[in-house]
């Protein structure tokens, strides 16, 4: 959906036959994640659904708080290195690998006996109970399993077999969710997510390594690690401000407001977000090995570009479209559900700004691939400080709405972004989103006249949802015919 790129020879860089490959390989893989991933995620969401019936809002507080716990842990335990791989011009040496696998490993093992040694402490700080102290505990040790599919996973995803990739995370997500639903049905509570947890790490792990077998090798070299290192440091400083960004700022917010609108935070969030889960992050897991094999081609990047943002703004538009007209409808007439209507104002801001961000975070990807990671830097810095400044400002005056509020003021920042890669490579950036914004105008103005006209019962909401999604595909089948089209030939290798 979002790489086919077009024939255009990169000046002698790279063969016909190269660049046939890699967009065949690149749409096949986005094709393989996105529609597995989508499967995955309906299960996800279904299962979240019944998680929200079933738990308070304080449960999930406690669960958002301590995972992010965990994620402020994680950032500790690479420094860049698996990025490194997959951005590596040349082959991967056996030294490449053991350098990376014995530096993270020794990291991972120092970060998590430190942390359970101090787990104890930790829950203290928040509150938090026996249950919450053994969640704190599992989570641990499930990210030093978890840190041993580096390797396997970095393989496989050098080769763009993402069909492989893609199993366990099925077996993951059913492991955990499936645990989670029917302990917390039980009345397991907080424990739930405890057990959950741990069975999706060891299915994890044994999963991975069953579909891409690694020999396990322990050593340094010296020469390998320089040359990860170069592109590592400076992409994990990256990483460790979009962590005070979003995993710090949770960890703050659970010491600053109560665990019930810390709760309602993660409800509107995930469920704003469910299009980038859907959509955005199989594209971008994708595309960054996709546009690092295409970084001596400004050319060729500036088109894979394009069909990324066509293909990220066609599907994630009338997707988000359809949540923000139908999330507050449904609320109130679900059973049990109503005690998340106080979050829907969150869930409006974060919609609008998942939908923004969506666009961005390709182009910082592009950046990121072609080893313009200072540049993706101090764009972190930029972002970091605007969201610490204006959720400790908004928080004041519009209580926990403020942490909303300033995620979307902070995705008005994206014409920076595009201004900056644009000086690295040619794209229309308009032109690219301007047929999916038509469409979803056009989709928005279906729902607000229907909707006021028409009874609010779910028998009048699937219609008239149905509708606006099909006038959507007919605007954009009559307006991009000829570039869809194109999509399918290369999906079936006629191109």
Request: no cysteine; net charge positive.
């Amino acid at each position: 959906m979002a790489t086919f790129f077009g024939k255009t020879m990169a000046e002698g860089i790279m063969s016909e036959i190269d660049i046939a490959i890699l967009k065949k390989k690149s749409l096949t893989g986005i094709v393989t994640l996105t529609s597995r991933t989508f499967l995955l995620q309906l299960v996800a969401f279904g299962a979240t659904f019944l998680l929200t019936i079933f738990l308070e809002p304080s449960i999930f507080g406690i669960f958002y708080v301590v995972s992010a716990i965990i994620s402020f842990l994680g950032y500790f335990s690479d420094i860049g290195l698996a990025a490194a791989l997959i951005q590596k011009k040349e082959e991967l040496s056996a030294e490449d690998l053991s350098t990376t696998f014995t530096i993270q490993q020794t990291m991972v093992g120092t970060i998590v006996i430190i942390s359970y040694i101090f787990s104890p402490q930790i829950a203290h700080f928040y509150s938090l109970d026996a249950a919450g102290l053994a969640l704190l505990r599992v989570l641990i040790i499930s990210f030093f399993v978890s840190s041993l599919k580096t390797i396997p996973s970095v393989l496989l995803e050098r080769k763009l077999e993402f069909n492989k990739l893609v199993i366990p995370n099925i077996l993951e997500t059913l492991g955990f969710y499936l645990t989670a639903v029917i302990l917390a049905w039980k009345g397991w509570g907080i424990t739930s997510f405890t057990w959950a947890a741990a069975i999706r790490a060891g299915v994890g792990l044994i999963s991975m390594y069953a579909i891409s077998p690694w020999s396990i090798r322990v050593g340094i070299s010296q020469t390998a690690a320089k040359g990860l290192l170069r592109f590592g440091l400076p992409f994990q400083l990256n990483s460790f401000l979009a962590l005070l960004k979003d995993d710090l700022l949770t960890i703050f917010l659970g010491k600053v407001l109560p665990y019930a609108q810390v709760g309602y935070i993660g409800w509107a969030k995930k469920w704003a977000e469910v299009p980038l889960r859907l959509i955005m992050d199989s594209v971008i897991r994708v595309t960054f090995p996709a546009y690092s094999r295409l970084q001596e081609s400004k050319e060729l990047l500036g088109k894979a570009i394009e069909k990324t943002l066509f293909g990220l703004s066609l599907s994630i538009f009338p997707i988000s479209m359809g949540l923000l007209f139908f999330v507050k409808p449904l609320i109130e007439i679900i059973p049990r559900y109503g005690k998340w209507e106080p979050a829907i104002i969150s869930f409006y801001l974060f919609a609008v700004a998942s939908v923004i961000s969506s666009l961005s975070t390709p182009l910082t990807n592009a950046l990121n691939a072609v080893g313009k990671i200072k540049v993706t830097l101090w764009l972190m810095v930029m972002w970091t400080t605007l969201t610490w400044a204006l959720t400790v400002t908004l928080i004041p005056l519009f209580g926990f709405h403020g942490v909303a509020l300033g995620m979307l003021l902070i995705t008005s920042t994206v014409a920076v972004v595009v201004a900056l890669v644009k000086r690295f490579t040619a794209f229309s950036f308009w032109g690219s989103i301007r047929v999916p914004v038509t469409g979803v105008v056009l989709q928005a103005v279906v729902y607000t006249g229907l909707l006021w006209v028409l009874p609010h019962t779910l028998l009048f909401y699937i219609p008239i949802g149905l509708l606006g999604v099909i006038l959507y595909g007919i605007i954009v089948w009559s307006l991009e015919r000829e570039r869809i089209v194109r999509f399918v030939e290369i999906f079936q290798g006629k191109s």
